[in-house]
T-cell receptor, first 117, second 115 residues
Framework: DAGVIQSPRHEVTEMGQEVTLRCKPI?????LFWYRQTMMRGLELLIY????????DSGMPEDRFSAKMPNASFSTLKIQPSEPRDSAVYFC???????????????FGEGSRLTVL | AQKITQTQPGMFVQEKEAVTLDCTYD???????LFWYKQPSSGEMIFLIY????DEQNATEGRYSLNFQKARKSANLVISASQLGDSAMYFC????????????WGAGTKLIIKP
């Protein structure tokens, strides 16, 4: 099975531009998470979805950030307008609930490295 | 207070030696789960091992084992017979509660295996 697929892997943009990061979760997974990783703040949960519905977006830094999950196989994280402090690696992860083995293990994509100049 | 504490920012270990990476946690929930992830220099996050709070035996996965000491609230990762490919960042994480899917992450430990 394919893992979580993220695109682009690398993005360099200028301050003020719109950035869209994409994620395809593992088929059959019903949870999707967006994380941001920086040296200063470590891994931060931005938002997560269950069955395409946003459950908790309290980690979204501000209104410039938005996330959508129009269907079970696709999600986007959008930053508009982008700022240099948004530079980070953005991870998408997916998970499922198996009643027989409910570990809640997250399966991560390879990340999208964003640089805002 | 930190929910997950990894006190070792970095470690150097000789190849083939065993390694213990420390993790302590803080929760008032009776049901929780503890995870270890590996992040090599390529950047991806790789799940290693899981321990549930009700599991009576320490979890093991190949060369990885989790030394779970509930009373001390510690969940140390033990890597036996370390290999050069074990060089990476290692993160401890905790999930609180039965249906909570959010993970609380530690700051990580950078492990370098010396040949």
């Amino acid at each position: 099975d394919a893992g979580v697929i993220q695109s682009p892997r690398h993005e360099v943009t200028e301050m003020g531009q719109e950035v869209t990061l994409r994620c395809k979760p593992i088929s059959g997974h019903d949870y999707l998470f967006w994380y941001r990783q920086t040296m200063m703040r470590g891994l931060e949960l931005l938002i997560y979805f269950n069955n395409n519905v946003p459950i908790d977006d309290s980690g979204m830094p501000e209104d410039r950030f938005s996330a959508k999950m129009p269907n079970a196989s696709f999600s986007t994280l959008k930053i508009q307008p982008s700022e240099p402090r948004d530079s980070a690696v953005y991870f998408c992860a997916s998970s499922y609930r198996d009643r027989g083995r409910d570990t809640g293990e997250l399966f991560f994509g390879e990340g999208s490295r964003l640089t805002v100049l | 207070a930190q929910k997950i504490t990894q006190t070792q920012p970095g470690m150097f270990v000789q190849e083939k030696e065993a390694v213990t990476l420390d993790c302590t946690y803080d929760t008032s929930d009776q049901s929780y789960g503890l995870f270890w992830y590996k992040q090599p220099s390529s950047g991806e996050m790789i799940f290693l091992i899981y321990q549930g709070s009700y599991d009576e035996q320490n979890a093991t996965e190949g060369r990885y084992s989790l030394n779970f000491q509930k009373a001390r609230k510690s969940a140390n990762l033990v890597i036996s017979a370390s290999q050069l490919g074990d060089s990476a960042m290692y993160f401890c994480a905790m999930r609180e509660g039965e249906s909570n899917y959010q993970l609380i992450w530690g700051a990580g430990t950078k492990l370098i295996i010396k040949p």
